[in-house]
Nanobody
């Protein structure tokens, strides 16, 4: 089992920045890829970004490229999502997720491909 705890959400004005953090504990040796997803009211959970735990290779949804940056700290078992130039459309609950098995390239962008989830943190961007 892997436990994930997110932090860093909040309320920000459009154009502002937030930094989300996710701390992993438990069977952290099984981490392969860590990702961030988000879910807005009435919408499906969607992929935002992911990072290979060992490779450090990053993957982004097109709608966040150039604005969001995912990073990880292997020593601390944490992954962060730096969000800049936020827009009202970015308002959602953001979830950290872990996949234990190998992903090929830019694959594993579906929520059902991840094994463990955090509780989510609310991000609200006002116009």
């Amino acid at each position: 089992q892997v436990q994930l705890v997110e932090s860093g959400g909040g309320l920000v004005q459009a154009g502002g920045s937030l930094r989300l953090s996710c701390a992993a504990s438990g069977r952290t040796f099984s981490l392969n890829r860590m990702g961030w997803f988000r879910q807005a009211p009435g919408k499906e959970r969607e992929f935002v970004a992911a990072i290979g735990w060992n490779s450090g290779i990053t993957y982004y949804a097109d709608f966040v490229k150039g604005r969001f940056t995912i990073s990880r700290d292997n020593a601390k078992n944490t992954v962060a999502l730096q969000m800049n130039s936020l827009k009202p459309d970015d308002t959602a609950v953001y979830y950290c997720a872990v996949r234990s098995s190998y992903c090929v390239g830019a694959g594993c962008q579906n929520a059902n491909e991840y094994d463990y989830w955090g509780q989510g943190t609310q991000v609200t961007v006002s116009s």
